[in-house]
């Protein structure tokens, strides 16, 4: 008994340990939003501003386009969540149903295509993009975003469509439906809690990715909401923090609010998808 209670107190241990090291810097971030300029150079900074202030936050968004940056990182990855869940529902449906060795490899190949670094694809996906016209354009880099989370999107959603019992598809098939009308009415109610919480990781993958948006838009009309945020660091490596902390906090509340509304949902679909994987 005093064993299960010690491993279980080091259970709680560890989780809070984990927990205040995932929101110490959060909570570090928006103390340092609402700094002014001379507690940010304080050699005693506090956790709580002693003056706090909007003075960064108007500061961020004269120095910086931040409400065009937003828009043109909202836009790319609204769209390349929504684009990789349509693609990828279908396919997952048919590589949770098939069993043979085709099924079986794709799935694999799935897995591994994860594990490919950003560097290896960059030169022939800028080949590809040129060869297309996309090069500094925001379908183009919607493209990348698709091409990129549709892997990860299709592995959630096939554990999804394992959970979905097979009895619920014979019954509509004995009924005349056919496949095409099953996913569409039988299975895909099934999966919204799953299509949910794999849109909303493309969406954060894709709002928070830096390195495709960087090489492949030039134009300041089109840059992200990440590579706007990278000009707030002079050409010295010193970075004006007050402004930057403004704006990374303004850049963090939509992933927030978004968690916030669908939490459940998406604990729902996780768990779901869990079961069968």
């Known amino acids: ?101 085709l099924a079986r490899a794709a799935t694999g190949w799935v897995v591994v295509s994860q594990a490919f670094p950003f560097v290896l694809i960059i030169i022939p996906l800028f080949l590809l993009l040129k060869d297309l016209h996309q090069i500094d354009s925001l379908p183009g880099l919607t493209l990348v975003y698709v091409v990129w989370a549709l892997p990860f999107a299709l592995w959630m959603l096939v554990g999804y469509v394992r959970a979905v019992p097979v009895e619920l598809e014979e019954a509509a098939a004995v009924d005349g439906a056919g496949r095409a009308r099953i996913l569409r009415s039988v299975v895909a109610p099934l999966l919204v809690p799953g299509m949910v919480a794999t849109g909303l990781f493309a969406f954060v993958s894709a709002w928070n990715e830096f390195f495709f948006a960087l090489v492949l838009l030039k134009s300041p009309d089109h840059q992200t909401l990440p590579v706007v945020l990278t000009h707030f660091i002079g050409a010295e490596g010193v970075a004006d923090l007050g402004p930057l902390a403004a704006a990374a906090f303004l850049a963090t509340l939509p992933s927030l609010v978004i968690f916030a509304i669908i939490q459940r949902r998406i604990t729902g679909g996780v768990l779901a998808g869990a079961v069968k994987h």
């Open 1 to 101: 008994m005093r064993t299960r209670r010690a491993a279980r107190a080091g259970q709680y241990v560890a989780l809070l340990a984990y927990l205040a090291f995932l929101v110490f810097p959060f909570l570090w971030l928006v103390s340092t939003a609402f700094k002014p300029p001379r507690e940010l150079g304080s050699l005693h900074p506090t956790w709580i501003p002693q003056d706090p202030t909007l003075a960064n936050f108007r500061q961020a968004f004269a120095e910086q386009p931040l409400l065009r940056a937003g828009r043109n990182s909202l836009l790319a990855a609204v769209g390349a969540a929504l684009i990789a869940v349509a693609v990828a529902t279908p396919m997952a449906y048919v590589l949770a149903r098939r069993r043979g060795l």
